[in-house]
């Protein structure tokens, strides 16, 4: 999932249990005055406790905590503290024949829509047993209405952790569909990108350099053109079969254009990007298919002797402007060949 889109769902995620909170008291509040009952001041300051822990969240550093690797266990102790204090409310009002039980079905909910499977169990569980407790503690309760909440409430969590599980196979599927081109099996345009952006950095923080290849097919609307689509279609599955053939595990292959391929090949220089392309180009006039590539190394030194500025390594802009410019060149050169600069922010050299 994109950082920004997974960022902006669990914000509105704590919007939404903010939302929860409100209609909670407010129903609350509402019960409490109209309906009689025991601990009603005690339980006017334990509403009053939970309007505190709505003002708290709300004062809380929203971005640093979806930001956060660590965010569930915010979100985790939010729902179990969410539950303990609908179990203490409840247990006030009389216990297990209190309405206000009802409000541990918005905490599983809740867990539904966001939490894994495995934390919508958990919730349920520790709602239904915490319930159990609260009954068994009253004593005097007849069975039966503590029964039927167990039964909503295990009927409530088993639905909800179903529905979470569909969740996660419905953001799976997202995900895949979003990394990986459907015809070639190659990264997609954006998730190639987004890999070259984390080697580029990785490189500038080790002191390494990376090296990018761009492969364009030479004349591939012809092809098209004469045999059809299907014909077309192949031959692009084929393309990303070669590219990606015998690749480190660091390495990458992403289909970022039509007929456009490119390989992320960190830790390597530009003769080893050369050498490698060189390889993959005879293997792809082997099977008939000609092509042209741009190679560019990231600079890999502190400071650029070109710009007298930061190293070109830490600008994945740069670095793909520069495998650009090689490829380019290789095509007004004739196609049909391996064109290489050696470095992101230098002209380009070396012709193979």
């Not at 292959?253 to 090949?265: P, S």
Request: aromatic share 6%; hydrophobic share 50%.
């Amino acid at each position: 999932m994109n950082a920004q889109l997974d960022a902006d769902f669990w914000k509105r995620h704590i919007d939404l249990g903010l939302a929860l909170y409100g209609v909670s008291i407010a129903c609350s509040l509402a019960y409490l005055v109209v309906v009689p009952g025991p601990s009603r001041h005690i339980l006017y300051g334990m509403a009053g406790v939970a309007l505190a822990s709505v003002l708290v969240v709300v004062a809380l550093p929203r971005d640093a905590i979806v930001a956060s690797p660590r965010r569930l266990v915010f979100f985790y102790t939010w729902t179990v503290f969410s539950i303990a204090f609908v179990l203490a409310v409840t247990a006030l009002d009389g216990g297990a024949r209190s309405p206000l039980a009802l409000l541990l079905l918005f905490a599983v909910v809740y867990c539904a829509l966001a939490y894994p499977p495995y934390a919508v169990v958990c919730a349920t569980a520790l709602a239904t047993i915490g319930y159990l407790v609260v009954a068994v503690l009253e004593g005097h309760t007849e069975p039966g209405r503590p029964l039927m909440m167990v039964v909503v409430l295990t009927g409530v969590g088993a639905v909800s952790a179903a529905a979470a599980a569909a969740r996660e196979r419905v953001r799976r599927t997202l995900d895949r569909l979003a990394t990986y081109d459907g015809l070639t099996g190659c990264l997609t345009h954006r998730a190639f990108h987004d890999r070259v952006t984390v080697e580029v950095a990785r490189a500038v923080r080790h002191g390494h350099v990376v090296a990018l290849v761009i492969v364009d097919l030479d004349h591939f609307k012809a092809v098209n053109d004469a045999n059809g689509h299907l014909a077309g279609d192949e031959m692009l599955r084929r393309v990303g079969e070669v590219l990606g053939r015998e690749l480190r595990g660091s390495d990458a292959v992403g289909r970022v254009g039509g007929d456009e391929f490119a390989l992320l090949l960190p830790e390597t220089d530009a003769r080893g990007a050369v050498a490698l392309a060189q390889q993959r180009l005879a293997d792809l006039a082997a099977d008939g298919i000609g092509a042209t590539f741009g190679v560019a190394q990231s600079c890999g030194r502190s400071t650029c002797p070109a710009t007298g500025g930061p190293s070109a390594a830490d600008d994945t802009r740069l670095l793909v402007a520069a495998a650009d410019r090689a490829l380019y060149e290789a095509k007004r050169a004739g196609r049909g060949r391996v064109l290489a600069a050696s470095c992101a922010c230098e002209a380009t050299v070396a012709t193979a």
